[in-house]
């Protein structure tokens, strides 16, 4: 009867054989010339990192969004009468992207490393 290997010696054999530069096949050390390639990993993390980051931008836009609804100081409706917002919807509608577009920002720096 055949011992059961876990995961992680299934791994552990997968990983020594691609990256242990001691290996003698071809196989292997193509592998460990792409693993170790700095300029190719450098590439790969700068490509998740920028389609990632448009990705978060509209996440966040949308939950600063989402905030500002729920808070009194952001609704139109506690301003303006329904004659009012015929003539300073504009106005309002600019007072509003300011703030958000202002929150936004102040996110946006905290998350900077």
Do not use: C
């Not at 009867?1 to 992680?8: A, V, Y």
């Amino acid at each position: 009867m055949t011992k059961k290997r876990t995961m992680n010696e299934l791994r552990q054999t997968k990983d020594t054989h691609y990256t242990n530069p001691g290996i003698s096949s071809n196989e292997g050390k193509k592998y460990l010339d792409i693993a170790g390639d700095d300029f190719m990993l450098k590439q790969a993390k700068d490509l998740i990192v920028n389609e990632l980051q448009g990705e978060f931008y509209d996440i966040i836009f949308e939950a600063v969004s989402n905030k500002m609804s729920k808070n009194y100081m952001f609704r139109q409706n506690n301003y303006l009468t329904e004659a009012g917002e015929e003539l300073f919807e504009e106005a309002w509608f600019e007072w509003y992207q300011e703030q958000h577009s202002d929150i936004l920002y102040r996110v946006l720096k905290k998350l900077e490393p």
